[in-house]
């Protein structure tokens, strides 16, 4: 019954920004930990961003400095800023909760980083 969108997604230069959304209907997750994954070509998929329930987050390193995961909890939405996008950030990106639940993995959006 709950369901996560993720939108914002598309193809972009290198250096350039993004902003993805993770709206979800059915429910509240204003108490839960959220994530936000990605999972590139021929790679497993990988967390990239979590914002706890209180706020606090941490990232990847790979990603630390250039991207901010943010909720506002009153929309049920998560967002995903990317700043100084590289090519290796090209991956379908998906949220769910922290510990993600198996039944709530959506369609992700893609993002593409290449000139």
């Known amino acids: 019954q709950v369901q996560l969108v993720e939108s914002g997604g598309g193809l972009v230069q290198p250096g350039g920004s993004l902003r993805l959304s993770c709206a979800a209907s059915?429910?509240?997750?204003?108490?839960?930990?959220m994530g936000w994954y990605r999972q590139a070509p021929g790679t497993q998929r990988a967390l990239v961003a979590v914002?706890?329930?209180?706020?606090?987050?941490h990232y990847a390193n790979s990603v630390k400095g250039r991207f901010a995961i943010s909720r506002d909890n009153a929309k049920n939405t998560v967002y995903l800023q990317m700043n100084s996008l590289k090519p290796e950030d090209t991956a379908v990106y998906y949220c769910n909760g922290n510990p993600p639940l198996q039944s709530y993995w959506g369609q992700g959006t893609q993002v593409t980083v290449s000139s």
């Open positions: 059915g429910s509240s997750f204003s108490i839960n930990a």
């Open positions: 914002i706890s329930s209180g706020g606090s987050t």
